[in-house]
């Protein structure tokens, strides 16, 4: 797992460790210390602590005009016995959404696992981007799968189209263009 790094070629866009508007402003990384774990299995020192300790993130992109974020995921989802969608409510999704973010574009091909609960979180975080939309790309079938058994497909749009094996090839603003084009679509608007 120490060889799965985030997506970095965005870095040259956007920094969350130098954007006072994210929960990681002023994050110091240590490319050189492996430090944080996940079952045991250390992981890249550029991976996120948002509260859980078997889910890691990286915010990939934010862009506050058009009001959408790009965030990756690592490790094993765990509402069960972790609450990570507490922690990521809480901790990351929250402090965006009161910065007008109202579009969430979560890449969860290196999830895992999932472990789902009741879906009191999702549905809250659904509620809260009203006109927006939250969409997982990339999430592995079992996943998807597992997710669809807790109903959280109902407040996040996932699988068919929005399994996008190239977005690394766009910039930000063609992954979202693309991204919102297949929502709307979906959605009728």
Same mark, same amino acid.
């Given at each position: ?7 970095? !070629? ?6 969350? &460790? ?27 020192? &550029? ?42 409510? !809480? ?43 939250? &969409? ?52 009728? &608007?």
């Amino acid at each position: 797992m120490h060889e799965i790094e985030p997506y970095y !070629r965005w870095l040259q866009y956007y920094n969350p &460790a130098e954007d006072d508007l994210s929960p990681f402003f002023g994050k110091q990384y240590n490319h050189d210390l492996y430090s944080d774990t996940i079952y045991g299995y250390y992981i890249d020192p &550029a991976w996120d602590f948002m509260g859980s300790e078997t889910l890691y993130i990286k915010i990939l992109y934010t862009d506050y005009d058009l009001r959408y974020t790009v965030i990756e995921f690592i490790g094993e989802w765990n509402d069960a016995i972790n609450n990570d969608i507490m922690h990521l409510k !809480r901790n990351i999704v929250e402090p965006l959404t009161r910065q007008g973010i109202n579009k969430f574009i979560l890449i969860g091909e290196n999830i895992m696992n999932f472990h789902g609960s009741d879906d009191c979180y999702y549905e809250e975080w659904f509620e809260d981007v009203e006109d927006g939309w939250i &969409a997982a790309i990339n999430f592995p079938e079992w996943v998807r799968n597992e997710q669809m058994l807790f109903d959280i497909d109902t407040y996040i749009n996932m699988g068919g189209t929005l399994e996008i094996d190239n977005w690394r090839t766009m910039s930000p603003l063609q992954f979202y263009t693309k991204v919102e084009s297949m929502i709307q679509r979906r959605i009728g &608007a």
